[in-house]
């Protein structure tokens, strides 16, 4: 037991005092998280929108897919990616396997189904509704669609705030393309992996606290938002 | 772009026909009330004149459109007011903005245009405000501002009163009349014989996605044609 409060105490103390260890696994996490979370809104924004407003053959297969790919599992994804980057594989020659980089494309892999799938949804049932109101005000496909992202643009916030939590806490994926090496692909979650194994306790809660916390915070953004919004705007 | 003339227009979904082989011209000028029970098919005969859809058989045509007149300019000459408007997530003055812009006017333009017939409808001091916090009536009156702004040659209404309390519609009502002394065709539809009476100048009567008769309003209601007309007027005068 008090090895347990212990182990916070020291964890407390390298939060408190922005162990410098510590601040740059976390720091690392949240450059690798949110660049992959950008990547993946500007392509799967784009694409969910497009699902929504049209009529192709094979959309409905596209859309099982893409809400299918919403359950990838991430060491799934960390072997695809792997194969493709490694010496041998089809992109080896980039030679960015066990790189930050390779980690913003696994976690990209990861959520852009996420982002792809969710705002596909959102955005469909906001067209079931403005259809033909704005095609009566001349609006065609691609006006249209814009319009439907701006109007629906705070649910998307929370879907993207959404994305951006699953890849923060994602273990496997990143664990396997970025090798976890010391000051150079260590992230949070790899970093409490590796250093519970290894019985060092303080770091491991310590990042684990700052996780938690960042967790808590995008969900508690994610309902700011949709509760100013609902009060702004209707 | 007027007359409107209409050729055997059916409509059908799936196996439901809906608008049965429905021929009329619809000429400029006099108000035409498109009159009729629920579920005579009032709402799709005017999504079919808009072309939000299309029909499963016969023809539209729309006269003075012939001359080089393409779908999109068709499209930009008329306007319609849905039953239930739907509202942008944007302030009022936005709104009516919106359709505007797509008509590729400037800013500027789109704002002076905007403010003037906000102004008209009672509704330039809410210019700012979030459209989907305005009350019903004022949300319809919007709806119709954004509509008219377009300058359309031809307006629809699709029963625009129909959720709203009598001061609203009485609103609605004078907002149409201004709108036809402009010199904009009115073509509504309602069930609602008190207002067909008050707002009409011509009725045409649909029953079961008939169109029983096309008549001047006098002589709708005094001596309606076909036997449909005769009960609903009679249904409908002790609610009236």
């Known amino acids: 037991m008090t090895s347990l409060w212990d182990a916070f105490g020291a964890a407390w103390q390298l939060i408190a005092g922005f162990d410098s260890t510590l601040a740059q696994i976390v720091g690392l996490s949240l450059q690798v998280s949110l660049t992959a979370v950008l990547i993946a809104t500007l392509i799967g924004l784009p694409l969910g929108a497009t699902v929504a407003v ?60 996420i982002i792809a799938a969710l705002s596909r949804q959102i955005i469909e049932d906001a067209w079931r509704e403005y259809d033909e109101q704005l095609r009566s005000l001349g609006a065609h496909r691609f006006n249209a669609a814009m319009t439907l992202i701006w109007d629906t643009r705070f649910s998307l916030m929370t879907i993207v705030l959404a994305g951006f939590g699953r890849a923060a806490a994602e273990v496997g994926a990143v664990m396997i393309v970025g090798g976890n090496i010391d000051g150079v692909t260590r992230v949070m979650t790899t970093t409490i992996a590796l250093e519970t194994s290894k019985g060092d306790l303080p770091l491991a809660l310590g990042l684990g606290i700052v996780l938690i916390l960042l967790v808590v915070l995008l969900n508690a953004c994610a309902g700011a938002i949709r509760e100013m919004a609902l009060r702004r705007y209707g | 772009m007027l007359p409107l003339e209409l050729h055997q227009l059916s409509f059908a979904a799936g196996n439901a026909e809906i608008i049965r082989g429905i021929s009329a011209r ?92 906000l102004e008209v409808v009672g509704l330039a001091q809410h210019a700012q405000r979030p459209a989907r916090v305005l009350s019903g009536g004022e949300q319809q009156r919007l709806a119709i501002a954004r509509a008219w702004a377009l300058g359309p040659d031809v307006l629809f209404l699709d029963e625009p009163t129909a959720n709203l309390d009598p001061a609203a519609t009485q609103d609605i009502e004078s907002i149409i009349n201004a709108i036809h002394a402009s010199g904009t065709k009115i073509i509504m539809t309602t069930h609602n014989l008190g207002q067909a009476r008050r707002l009409g100048d011509e009725i045409l009567f649909l029953s079961n996605g008939r169109l029983m008769e096309h008549t001047p309003i006098d002589r709708f209601f005094r001596e309606p044609a076909s036997a449909e007309a005769a009960t609903f007027i009679k249904g409908e005068i002790p609610w009236q």
């Open chain 1, 54 to 113: 049209e009529r192709f053959r094979g959309r409905q297969t596209v859309i099982v897919l893409l809400n299918a790919m919403m359950g990838l599992p991430p060491v799934v994804v960390g072997l695809l990616v792997y194969l493709l980057l490694s010496r041998a594989g089809p992109l080896g020659s980039l030679g960015i396997l066990f790189t930050p980089t390779a980690m913003v494309i696994a976690q990209a892999v990861l959520i852009t189904p």
């Open chain 2, 26 to 117: 619809i000429e400029a000028g006099p108000r035409s009330i498109i009159l009729g029970p629920n579920g005579a098919g009032k709402s799709v005969l005017m999504r079919l004149c808009h072309s939000l859809l299309l029909p499963t058989a016969g023809r539209i045509v729309w006269h003075g459109a012939m001359n080089g007149g393409k779908g999109v300019d068709l499209r930009r000459r008329q306007a319609m007011v849905f039953q239930r408007p739907v509202m942008l997530r944007r302030s009022a003055l936005a709104n009516v903005m919106y359709g505007l812009r797509l008509a590729g006017k400037s800013r500027n333009e789109c704002e002076l245009r905007a403010m003037d017939v």
